[in-house]
């Protein structure tokens, strides 16, 4: 794997800064199998969500009388009610009326009562990606900042190693669960949720079976010094916590759905009613952001209903949420979410995603270092250049297709069906094809005018305002103004052959002893063929010639000439 992403990514980051600079670019731009599908994702992201446009829609809310209480529920059209979109969302308000007319007032009858008792287990302890974005999430810490404070915790004892893609733990270390509890229910903010634990309880988290090269992150049950950091102590009471977790009863509710008719149109509503809270008393179910439902009447199917009141609430569809550092990194983990090809969906969902577990925020540090990605407050986000960059790269080195295709080979290689040479080799040789769309005909996007070099775009180092140059510098020394990101127009060259005249008239006047016209005549005559720029250098030579005029007191011709020629000659360039 080291072999062919240094091969392809050695050259493509090669390939794509030669194109880059000519297209004007003068830095590193650089590509690899996983760095750039990673952009590709925020990226995609970003676009999607500057492009989206709310579609405002209506949502049908009835106020149910039953002999038992009274409840609200929801409109739900049929596949053939007419002003929905494409979402199947009531976008027509002419139909929101007529729904809202026929319903009003009449009686309806329950269709549908149905209760179920379910119950959810605590959530695994954590892995890095899922520990990265909870403390995301909850702290705004990037993840980098999650990774080196859980090599601290490593390394001072106090949990276990923090670079594992697993979230179970081997049945061998159940039997010492216990001692590890009565150690946490002594640390401060651990008293309930350790203290009040049965170790005799054994979750779905305790299973060989499904742990990977380094099980779950947890607790040691060495006990924390005073002295640990802030970041220390939040991270270390997250991992605590899941462990602890694993030892209390699931939350146990009561799912209620009822399903009702009024005028032949249907209307749902769901409820749950919380019968046991076992582990949700200790901490926050983090995967259910759900209020706590309404409670409903014990209605029974056929029970007859009214219809108070209905209203309609006007809503608009919202754009996708940014990428977090946490929630990217768990892009990156379940990168197959984000995939349509179904072999490609099932290599990337069994290798888990693109990076590792050691290496992800490591990328995404690159990313930012690079100025290919930028914080925004809790967000991630994508930079011009990082846009650039994705738009500049062929589709095979920024799809993780192509990373599903190398897991494949490399697991073959693994298992002895296929040779490194083998695969090495057919590398090497599709890498031109794979370069080619980077490198296109080889012309630069932006020619020099003079010599045909392609001109790069450059800053200069005083206003930081940018011009374009030639990459043929000495040999060409073409400048040209920046227009909007792309190579200007030449400004026009003063015209100095008047000037060269009225200067030598200057002169030639003297000589004849002829009367000299005013030096406002003379330098107005001269700059009128040369730009702004040198108009102010010359009205500032006209007055340094009257001061030396005044000076002396009389005319030396000799020493008028000098001085005025001396000066054109400085702000023109070689006259003679």
């Given at each position: 794997?080291?072999l062919?992403?240094?091969?392809?990514g050695?050259?493509?980051?090669?390939?794509?800064?030669?194109?880059?600079?000519?297209?004007g670019?003068?830095?590193?731009?650089?590509?690899?199998r996983?760095?750039?599908p990673?952009?590709?994702l925020?990226?995609?992201?970003?676009?999607e969500?500057?492009?989206?446009?709310p579609?405002?829609?209506?949502?049908?809310?009835?106020?149910?009388?039953?002999?038992?209480?009274?409840?609200?529920?929801?409109f739900v059209?049929?596949?053939?009610?007419?002003g929905?979109d494409?979402?199947?969302?009531l976008?027509?308000?002419?139909?929101?009326?007529?729904v809202?007319?026929?319903?009003?007032?009449?009686?309806?009858?329950v269709?549908e009562?149905?209760?179920e008792?379910?119950?959810?287990?605590?959530?695994?302890?954590h892995?890095?990606?899922?520990?990265?974005?909870?403390?995301?999430?909850?702290?705004?810490?990037s993840?980098?900042?999650?990774?080196?404070?859980?090599?601290?915790?490593?390394?001072r004892?106090?949990?276990?190693?923090p670079?594992t893609?697993?979230?179970?733990?081997?049945?061998?270390?159940?039997d010492?669960?216990?001692a590890?509890l009565?150690?946490?229910?002594?640390?401060p903010?651990?008293?309930?949720v350790a203290?009040?634990?049965?170790?005799?309880?054994?979750?779905?988290?305790?299973?060989?079976?499904?742990?990977?090269?380094h099980?779950?992150?947890?607790?040691?049950?060495?006990?924390?010094?005073?002295?640990?950091?802030?970041?220390?102590r939040?991270l270390?009471?997250?991992?605590a916590?899941a462990?602890?977790?694993?030892?209390h009863?699931?939350?146990?509710?009561e799912?209620?759905k009822?399903?009702?008719?009024?005028?032949?149109?249907?209307?749902?509503v769901?409820?749950?009613?919380?019968?046991?809270?076992?582990?949700?008393?200790?901490?926050?179910?983090?995967?259910?952001?759900?209020?706590?439902?309404?409670?409903?009447?014990p209605v029974e199917?056929?029970?007859?209903?009214?219809?108070?009141?209905?209203?309609?609430?006007?809503?608009?569809?919202s754009p996708?949420?940014?990428f977090s550092?946490?929630?990217?990194?768990?892009?990156m983990?379940?990168?197959?979410?984000?995939?349509?090809?179904?072999?490609?969906?099932?290599?990337?969902?069994e290798?888990?995603g693109i990076?590792?577990?050691?290496?992800r925020?490591k990328?995404?540090?690159?990313?930012?270092?690079?100025g290919?990605?930028?914080?925004?407050?809790?967000?991630?986000?994508?930079?011009p250049?990082g846009?650039?960059?994705?738009d500049?790269?062929?589709?095979?080195?920024?799809?993780?297709?192509?990373t599903?295709?190398?897991?494949?080979?490399?697991?073959?290689?693994?298992?002895?069906k296929?040779?490194?040479?083998?695969?090495?080799?057919?590398?090497?040789?599709?890498?031109p094809?794979?370069?080619?769309?980077?490198l296109?005909?080889?012309?630069?996007?932006?020619?020099?005018?003079?010599c045909?070099?392609?001109?790069?775009?450059?800053?200069?180092?005083k206003?930081g305002?940018?011009?374009?140059?030639?990459?043929?510098?000495?040999?060409?020394r073409t400048?040209l103004?920046?227009?909007?990101g792309?190579?200007?127009?030449?400004r026009?060259?003063p015209?100095l052959?008047?000037?060269?005249?009225?200067?030598?008239?200057?002169?030639?006047?003297?000589?004849?002893?002829?009367?000299?016209?005013s030096?406002?005549?003379?330098?107005?005559?001269?700059?009128?063929q040369?730009?702004?720029?040198i108009?102010?250098?010359?009205?500032?030579?006209?007055?340094?010639v009257?001061?030396?005029?005044?000076?002396?007191g009389?005319?030396?011709?000799?020493?008028?000439?000098?001085t005025?020629?001396?000066?054109?000659?400085?702000?023109t360039?070689?006259?003679?």
């Amino acid at each position: 794997r080291s072999l062919a992403d240094w091969l392809v990514g050695i050259n493509a980051t090669r390939a794509l800064t030669i194109a880059g600079r000519e297209a004007g670019r003068g830095e590193v731009l650089s590509l690899g199998r996983v760095q750039t599908p990673t952009l590709a994702l925020v990226v995609a992201r970003d676009r999607e969500i500057t492009n989206f446009k709310p579609a405002v829609y209506f949502v049908l809310r009835a106020t149910l009388t039953h002999a038992a209480g009274e409840f609200t529920a929801n409109f739900v059209p049929s596949e053939t009610q007419a002003g929905l979109d494409a979402s199947g969302r009531l976008v027509d308000f002419t139909q929101v009326a007529a729904v809202l007319e026929r319903v009003n007032g009449v009686e309806g009858v329950v269709a549908e009562s149905l209760r179920e008792n379910k119950s959810k287990a605590a959530p695994l302890p954590h892995s890095l990606s899922s520990l990265q974005k909870t403390a995301s999430s909850r702290f705004g810490m990037s993840a980098q900042e999650v990774l080196d404070t859980a090599q601290s915790l490593y390394e001072r004892k106090l949990t276990t190693y923090p670079r594992t893609d697993c979230r179970y733990l081997p049945n061998e270390q159940f039997d010492g669960a216990a001692a590890v509890l009565a150690a946490l229910s002594l640390v401060p903010g651990l008293e309930q949720v350790a203290g009040t634990a049965d170790a005799s309880l054994k979750s779905s988290a305790w299973n060989t079976q499904k742990v990977t090269a380094h099980h779950a992150i947890a607790p040691t049950g060495e006990m924390p010094p005073d002295n640990l950091k802030a970041a220390e102590r939040d991270l270390y009471l997250m991992i605590a916590t899941a462990f602890c977790l694993q030892f209390h009863p699931p939350m146990c509710y009561e799912a209620r759905k009822i399903v009702l008719n009024l005028a032949d149109t249907r209307w749902e509503v769901t409820g749950r009613r919380l019968t046991d809270a076992g582990w949700t008393a200790f901490s926050k179910d983090e995967e259910d952001d759900r209020q706590e439902e309404e409670s409903l009447p014990p209605v029974e199917q056929g029970d007859a209903v009214t219809c108070r009141t209905v209203e309609s609430v006007k809503k608009k569809t919202s754009p996708p949420s940014r990428f977090s550092e946490g929630t990217l990194i768990e892009a990156m983990a379940n990168v197959h979410r984000f995939v349509g090809d179904a072999d490609a969906k099932a290599t990337l969902k069994e290798t888990k995603g693109i990076g590792t577990e050691a290496t992800r925020a490591k990328v995404l540090e690159t990313l930012k270092a690079r100025g290919y990605l930028a914080i925004d407050k809790k967000s991630i986000v994508s930079t011009p250049l990082g846009r650039d960059i994705i738009d500049l790269t062929p589709s095979a080195l920024k799809d993780p297709i192509t990373t599903a295709e190398w897991e494949s080979r490399l697991e073959a290689i693994a298992q002895g069906k296929e040779t490194l040479d083998a695969f090495l080799a057919e590398q090497k040789k599709i890498l031109p094809d794979l370069l080619a769309p980077i490198l296109g005909d080889g012309k630069p996007a932006f020619p020099c005018p003079a010599c045909g070099a392609a001109l790069n775009r450059r800053k200069h180092k005083k206003d930081g305002s940018w011009f374009w140059g030639c990459t043929a510098y000495p040999d060409c020394r073409t400048i040209l103004p920046d227009d909007n990101g792309k190579p200007g127009k030449a400004r026009p060259r003063p015209a100095l052959s008047g000037c060269l005249g009225s200067v030598n008239a200057i002169g030639d006047a003297f000589s004849l002893g002829v009367t000299l016209p005013s030096m406002d005549q003379i330098v107005a005559g001269m700059c009128s063929q040369v730009d702004s720029f040198i108009q102010q250098k010359i009205n500032d030579a006209h007055n340094q010639v009257l001061n030396t005029v005044n000076g002396i007191g009389g005319y030396n011709p000799f020493k008028v000439y000098g001085t005025g020629g001396d000066y054109v000659v400085k702000i023109t360039g070689k006259l003679q």
